[in-house]
């Protein structure tokens, strides 16, 4: 079918439906429900060949003359029943353990359509953003499969809500998200956190400034973090603690309060943010030795388990600026000086990385610059990966990853993907040509022709079909919740094989190989010389286009490469196989991991 998705963005829910309805063989377009832009108007642009509108994320009614002549589908990230903006908001705020998503057909009155499908999820004590992309996106993808499938049918009927269980509620507003420092217990505290990030976030008073709070972990009874309720008590990697009226909460990040008439400001890690404001505070890194079972937040850290070691990192956003790169890579050279003959990069749940901080950068006294100081931050951590000859290397991609996050992903030995995550193994969208030694390692999995085109089409890539052309080794059919168990189950397995050290061997002999056709140098000196071009150029649009993503405005125009539809093509190109192996390990790449809890 000819299938247009129509949306307040492409976000990350959009770009999986779009990726896994190519997979199943559908003609995929999207149009973005815009302020300029008649949806109507943008609708009639893909008659007469169209054959279904379904909305993944749309924040506007769709216009009665466009329902009212097709069949158009809402995606609504509540049970069938739950109504209004702010549902995954008030089920994480409500403390809700289970939730859903409902596929509805658009009517005169929002979400109290015909229910085509819904699928029911549970709900972690995870942040609402992180639940978006996870749980409620893989009962999202069930939910509109299960209804495209339908309506392709042709003879299934939908069917209506009951009225008498409906309900309504309205906007959440920042009054009800208000967090009372003098009264409110650390739990509330985390929950009202949670339950508004990453938008809009809580606003609150500090250090004289109005501010937006993102994110919130707990600070371990073991810290010995105590202070009176509302006092900054210490900093970690960026963020601040502060104290409760019971223990105290890391915030990580940080935004300002609009000013009338301003720029929209930027989120930063929150030490960042409040610049000269912050007080003298101690640095506190998290207890080496904590207790198991109860490990002190961090953005990164290290664990081993028999023979394989686990470096694990998760930043906000995906986002790595030149100082969380710079942390990274000396704990990643820390961790190659363990004596372990595996080692896993990432295993978390939500994003694995999208590259270099482009909020850090635009926020910079020299933007240029600290674009510069960025990819090379980044061209470093990669070289690291890309030059451990001592042990096999897992990326652990649990979440979605981007650009130069992709990249990272791919110097690994091998790339181990959740079922659900959604790779974009592409620069073009931010006017760069891209770095993080990608004309070596893209190539060298998916042949020459298959990375010009994931590059320059830039789109989104799903699971199963970057396990079809070569990204990714393993697919990990689990839910986000056991993907870190899982992942850690196979690795280990890995390191206990006694096959272990010899395909060490034959990684570093391959490697050697590489590096006489041509070193690495060679690779980041071309890919640098481009990108130097571009961060210094004043005119170049990677300057705009940096400031239009992170201060969030509005496109005047769904973007050509979108609007045109797509068939499923993502299938190798070449009949030669890749340069490299398809796997290092051996592992089979294809079946459901043993144990593994299907999504």
Known sequence: MYVLLVASAFNSLTQRVHAELRDHGHRVAVELALPSVSLAEAVRRHEPDLDLVLAPMLKTAIPEEVWAARTCLIVHPGPVGDRGPSSLDRAIQEQETRWGVTVLQAG??????????????????????????????????????????????????????????????????????????????????????????????????????????????????????????????????????????????????????????????LKLPATLALADRLPPLPEHPAPPDAPAGRPAWSDIGYREEGQAGFLSFSFPGGAMSTEQCRRLLDAYRTACTRPTSVLVLGGGRDFFSNGIHLGVIEAAADPAEESWANINAMNDLVEAVLTTTDRLVIAAVGGNAAAGGAMLALAADEVWCRSGAVLNPHYRLMGLHGSEYWTYTLPRRVGAAAADRLTTEALPVSTAAAHRLGLVDRTIPCTPQAFAAETARLAVQLADRPAARSLIAVKKAQRDRDEEA???????????????????????PYHALRRAFVRKETPSGTPPHLVRPVPDRHTPVQPAPPARPRTVTGLAVHDRAPGATCC
Do not use: N
Not at 236 to 254: F, K, N, Q, S, Y
């Open 108 to 265: 005169a009155e929002m979400d109290a359509g015909d229910v085509w499908a819904s699928v029911e999820c549970p709900v972690p004590e995870v942040g609402k953003s992180d639940l978006y992309r996870g749980e409620i996106a893989d009962a999202a993808l069930e939910a509109v499969l299960l209804a495209v499938d339908r309506f392709a049918s042709g003879t299934h009927t939908p069917r209506p809500q009951d009225e008498t269980a409906a309900r309504t509620r309205p906007y959440l507003r920042q009054q009800d998200r208000r967090i009372d420092w003098e009264a409110d217990s650390t739990e509330r505290v985390l929950r009202l956190l949670r339950a508004a990030d990453s938008q809009p976030g809580v606003r609150d008073d500090l250090l004289g400034g109005e501010w937006y709070l993102h994110g919130g972990r707990p600070v371990q009874p073991y810290e010995r973090l105590r202070g009176r309720p509302g006092e900054l008590l210490a900093t970690r990697a960026g963020a601040i603690c502060r104290a409760t009226t019971d223990g105290a909460v890391w915030i990580p990040e940080l935004r300002a309060r609009r000013a009338p008439g301003g720029p929209a400001p």
């Open 518 to 540: 041509r070193p690495l140098a060679a690779y980041r000196e071309a890919e640098l010389a481009l990108m130097r071009r571009t961060f210094f150029d004043p005119d170049a």
